[in-house]
């Protein structure tokens, strides 16, 4: 059953604490992406890759960062440097530069 | 200037009716544009692609593409009630690697 994971769904987080989130995906997708959504917003850009061993910062990178070794694998960890982490968190994969993106079903995080 | 913009809506409808959702793109180098939609707490899911300009036709959906206004759109015919969603516009930008996505317009179809 090919398809993007994510884990865990919900994420209570106590403030200073890092945390990481899990993507997984099994479609062989070289690119992989993390967007964060806070409510009543669209999607905002953390980080990317298009290949292993490889990522950029995207539009908010600040208080987060991610590892790329396997091409399965993208975890995003949230860092005590990000001030207002609570938000849905997204994941992302696609063939590549210019093709289309398929999302896991979130984690929600939430800062308590 | 944003990278994509939407209108934020809410968009209302009745229902049988054609429903335009708007969008517009800052780079120029954009080669792909895609709308997905998302239901109230769950993730988005793609709907339409398209790649060059002119109208593309999948079912009640139709997605317009003008590169030289920078401007893509979505109609979406006989609109119905299960329709009601945000729609996100997604464009890939910076050299194709990145894909930026709007704000995302509230729609209701309303009975």
């Known amino acids: 059953d090919g398809g993007i994971t994510q884990s865990p769904k919900y994420l209570f987080r106590k403030e200073g604490q890092n945390v990481t989130l899990s993507c997984e995906q099994n479609?062989?997708?070289?690119?992989m992406y993390w967007y964060r959504q806070d409510p009543g917003q669209g999607l905002r850009l953390i980080y990317y890759?298009?290949?292993?061993?490889?990522?950029q910062k995207g539009d908010i990178a600040e208080g987060y960062s991610v590892s790329r070794e396997k091409k399965e694998s993208f975890p995003l960890t949230v860092t005590s440097a990000q001030k207002n982490p609570t938000a849905f968190y997204l994941c992302?994969?696609?063939?590549?530069?210019?093709?289309?993106?398929?999302f896991g079903q979130g984690t929600r995080l939430t800062v308590v | 200037q944003k990278e994509v913009e939407q209108n934020s809506g809410p968009l209302s409808v009745p229902e049988g009716a054609i429903a335009s959702l708007n969008c517009t793109y800052s780079d120029r180098g954009s080669q792909s544009f895609f709308w997905y939609r998302q239901y109230s707490g769950k993730s988005p899911e793609l709907i339409m692609s398209i790649y060059s300009n002119g109208d593309k036709e999948d079912g009640r959906f139709t997605a317009q593409l003008n590169k030289a206004s920078q401007y893509v759109s979505l109609l979406i015919r006989d609109s119905q009630p299960s329709d009601s969603a945000t729609y996100l516009c997604a464009v890939n930008t910076g050299g194709g690697n990145k894909l930026t996505f709007g704000t995302g317009t509230q729609l209701k179809v309303e009975l």
């Open positions: 890759s298009q290949i292993v061993n490889d990522f």
């Open positions: 479609l062989n997708h070289d690119a």
């Open positions: 992302a994969s696609s063939m590549g530069a210019n093709t289309e993106a398929f």
